[in-house]
């Protein structure tokens, strides 16, 4: 019964691979989120999306892509991966905040701590 | 442009004492914060949040003030518990509704309860 779920929680990769992470809520939530925290606990957002559409694409490499099959999961596909690449990912979701007042609360998953090596 | 940021990067608390965790912002316009807990390897998960309308709000053992002379908020945690033990961090989300919610956080809190 998690509200978030991420797969997998642990990713260890060469240089140059490509990989993916899953994301999945079943919280009925239409907007999903995907955030980057790197070794010093700094959290920035990547990409948001709502109802499969994207809405924030900050600045972040073309390598990145993300894909939204349905409003309950949002996909993160990394190509060519680097050194730098290495951090936790974080899923999160959350209520479309133009379709009442909500908190803007955000849930987020249990993260997916990706190594680059 | 608006930032949000943290005084203290770690915080050594004894049990039972209180905590206060500070947070600085730099819009005066901003209308709304969260507080969020991360404990050790798993995501934020919220805890408290305020608006600019209030200068004080209380959940249990949590409390968090703002002062908007200052642009300054604080969390504080009452007979801090080992279970207080995480990072915290303070986040804002735009002014202007959109579907999506682009939180700003600041750089994060830990929190180390000694026993």
């Known amino acids: 019964d998690t509200a978030v779920s991420q797969t997998p929680k642990y990713l260890v990769t060469q240089m140059g691979n490509d990989k993916s992470i899953k994301c999945e809520q079943n919280l009925g939530h239409d907007t999903m989120y995907w955030y980057k925290q790197d070794s010093k606990k700094f959290l920035k957002i990547m990409f948001s999306y709502n109802n499969k559409e994207l809405i924030i694409n900050e600045t972040v490499p073309n390598r990145f892509s993300p894909k939204s099959p349905d409003k309950a999961h949002l996909n993160l596909h990394i190509n060519s991966l680097e050194l730098g690449d290495s951090a936790v990912y974080f899923c999160?979701?959350?209520?479309?905040?133009?379709?009442?007042?909500?908190?803007?609360?955000?849930?987020f998953g249990p993260g997916t701590r990706l190594t680059v090596t | 442009g608006e930032s949000v940021g943290l005084h203290l990067p770690t915080l050594s608390v004894q049990e039972g004492d209180n905590s206060i965790i500070n947070c600085a912002y730099s819009n005066s316009a901003s209308d709304y914060f969260i507080w969020y807990k991360q404990e050790s390897g798993k995501g934020p998960q919220f805890i408290i949040d305020i608006r600019s309308n209030m200068d004080k709000r209380q959940g249990q053992r949590v409390t968090v003030l703002l002062n908007k002379t200052v642009k300054h908020l604080s969390l504080q945690i009452a007979a801090t518990q080992p279970g207080d033990s995480a990072v915290y961090f303070c986040?804002?989300?735009?002014?202007?509704?959109?579907?999506?919610?682009?939180?700003?956080f600041g750089g994060g809190t830990r929190v180390l309860v000694k026993p």
């Open positions: 986040a804002e989300p735009p002014r202007i509704k959109a579907a999506g919610n682009k939180l700003t």
């Open positions: 999160a979701s959350s209520q479309d905040r133009r379709l009442a007042d909500p908190r803007g609360e955000q849930y």
